[in-house]
């Protein structure tokens, strides 16, 4: 069978197992892909990014929200162009927002497991093996935790192809200046593995600016550490050029950003920032090692309830962020090994001859430790960068691929020791028979490591409520679609409350970005919610939120609203008086929604 045949068997069998474990884990088949699997707060924000790259040319720019003008995001800067485009090019096929971020979710585990699986081999660890360490990687509690609420961030699938770049770096295998001490002049490999830089260069920087932030910090580290090594400067400028592709490509992707900002002027309100979030959202091992919340083993899980009670008052603001830091069994022994490996080996050089991976991993890990956890130097980092990369904790996604790397080296090395002892090669003197014991020790030690791994690393957040989920959605879905029968195709809607977007904490109660619950339902209706906060549609907005209700309505008008949508819970009284004047002035009765908290009127 030729090899092209069995590499795409091998994967399909990968990323078919890949979606099994994920349907036993999540209960898919307790969700329909057309409904969201989750459905408010964060959620809600990152399904309208999505929707307008659907409705639109691309996200940037949304006609049918921030009316009257509609909505330009230029100001709130993002370089998550692939996970975009990709949901755009899905968008072709149907254009049901929640089937495309659904299916774009399941896809980031088979991605992240294929690709995981290809780097380790490639790495030189051995098939069994790195299928565990691909799944392992695919199902980390982090995938979990960012979910489709955070679909972006759950796109970690090109941080397998990122650190094999800079392990080559490292290793002295990619040299884009004079050739290293490791590369020959006619290596046949050099070409493919500078194509293969490259390309991560490329898309690296266009799926998220955290991975792009850590994958130059890891490109200067290996570089710096390379140079040391061999006292020549190729390396150095290697480590040096892959950093500075990723931050052109970085600056390529918020590029319509930048020149917003030199049209318009600077917009300080849309997103600020501040020192202390560095310090908020900054990594701490303590997460990493703590087991995942509702752990399936009861006295796991109540240890994790105890720590979180007990330092709630401290970190309260960041409990989503710091369960998603958590790396699990696996990977916190290959954390912890790492750690040890590193003062070991600077203490004993050589007294550890499993690998040179093991050696730049823990040089990795402990790089990693000092300019992200609290208090260390992302603080002066931040300040350089005007705070606008503030959660450093999201490096924990790379530092548990270094761990569960390490995991892998060791368990190999350990079992080539023993297959290769000389007690062994006495006892199974049959190189045939012993070549099969060696395949059937890698499959069990495979099988073993998955088994505990998804048992460990997957617990109450995986499964979502997709009950409760559904039954919001098509709560929704069913009113918007009354008043979309009362309206003209086109009409605009004005939304009450007023309240900020983005990253405003709405009024009372009402849920995070609730107010895009009506565009995400709606066909042919234009929505005033979700202009950035700063513009001069926004401050129309903000002044004529504080009219009385009879200018109010006539300003609206004056604009071309012809409907007035309110979410009662954004209001101390349930909204009584303003439905009373409202009514009053317009002789309206309102249709209200079957839980009561929608009203709409016709203006």
Request: include cysteine.
């Amino acid at each position: 069978m030729p090899k092209q045949i069995t590499n795409i068997i091998i994967y399909a069998l990968i990323a078919a197992s890949t979606l099994l474990f994920l349907t036993i884990t999540m209960k898919l088949w307790q969700a329909d892909l057309a409904v969201p699997f989750e459905y408010g707060g964060d959620t809600l924000a990152t399904s309208e990014w999505v929707r307008s790259a659907m409705d639109n040319p691309w996200y940037l720019t949304n006609k049918y929200r921030g009316m009257p003008d509609g909505t330009e995001m230029h100001d709130y800067p993002m370089a998550d162009n692939l996970h975009i485009l990709i949901m755009k090019i899905f968008s072709f096929f149907s254009m049901n927002f929640a089937l495309v971020m659904n299916v774009y979710f399941i896809l980031t585990f088979l991605l992240a497991a294929c690709i995981s699986f290809y780097v380790f081999r490639k790495l030189g660890v051995t098939p069994p093996l790195a299928y565990a360490g691909g799944i392992l990687f695919a199902f980390m509690p982090y995938h979990f935790v960012q979910g489709v609420c955070h679909v972006f961030l759950s796109g970690y699938y090109l941080i397998p192809l990122t650190v094999m770049v800079m392990l080559w770096v490292f290793n002295g295998e990619l040299s884009f200046g004079r050739q290293s001490n490791a590369i020959s002049e006619n290596d046949p490999e050099k070409k493919k593995k500078t194509v293969i830089s490259l390309v991560v260069c490329i898309l690296v920087p266009a799926a998220g600016i955290y991975y792009a932030f850590f994958a130059c910090f890891f490109a200067i580290v290996s570089g710096a550490f390379r140079s040391v090594y061999e006292k020549k400067m190729a390396p150095m400028v290697t480590g040096g050029a892959i950093a500075l592709l990723i931050t052109i490509g970085g600056l390529f992707n918020i590029s319509p950003t930048l020149i917003y900002s030199i049209q318009h002027g600077r917009n300080p309100e849309a997103i600020p920032r501040v020192m202390h979030e560095t310090e908020l959202y900054s990594l701490k091992i303590s997460s990493m090692l703590m087991p995942i919340s509702g752990h399936r083993i009861t006295l796991l899980s109540n240890l994790k309830k105890q720590f979180v009670k007990e330092t709630s008052f401290i970190y309260r603001f960041e409990n989503a962020e710091a369960e998603g830091a958590s790396l699990g069994l696996i990977a916190s022994a290959g954390f912890v090994f790492l750690i040890l490996f590193f003062f070991i080996d600077y203490v004993r050089p050589g007294v550890l001859p499993v690998s040179d991976w093991l050696k730049y991993l823990s040089i990795f890990v402990m790089a990693a430790l000092l300019i992200t956890t609290v208090g260390s130097f992302n603080t002066f980092i931040s300040i350089l960068l005007r705070f606008k990369i503030r959660s450093y904790n999201r490096i924990s996604i790379y530092i548990a691929f270094f761990s569960l790397f390490a995991v892998l080296v060791g368990v190999q090395y350990l079992i080539n020791y023993v297959l290769n002892s000389q007690s062994f090669r006495l006892r199974f003197n049959d190189e045939a028979k012993a070549k099969r014991i060696s395949m059937a020790v890698v499959c069990f030690s495979s099988i073993i490591l998955i088994g505990i791994g998804l048992f460990d690393q997957t617990g109450y957040y995986p499964v979502c409520d997709f009950n409760k989920a559904a039954e919001k959605y098509l709560h929704d879905k069913y009113y918007i679609a009354k008043i979309e029968s009362m309206m003209p195709s086109g009409s605009m809607i004005y939304q009450l409350p007023y309240y900020p977007y983005p990253e405003t904490i709405p009024p009372y109660r009402m849920e995070l970005y609730d107010h895009f619950r009506g565009y995400l339902n709606s066909k042919s209706l234009r929505w005033s919610y979700g202009v950035i906060k700063g513009r001069p549609t926004d401050l129309w907005q903000r002044k004529v939120a504080g009219f009385p209700t009879e200018d109010m309505i006539k300003e609206i008008k004056s604009k071309g609203f012809t409907g007035l949508y309110i979410n009662i819970n954004g209001y101390k009284d349930h909204a009584a008086a303003l439905m009373k004047e409202v009514e009053a002035i317009t002789k309206e009765k309102p249709l209200v929604s079957e839980n009561g908290i929608l009203v709409f009127y016709k203006i």
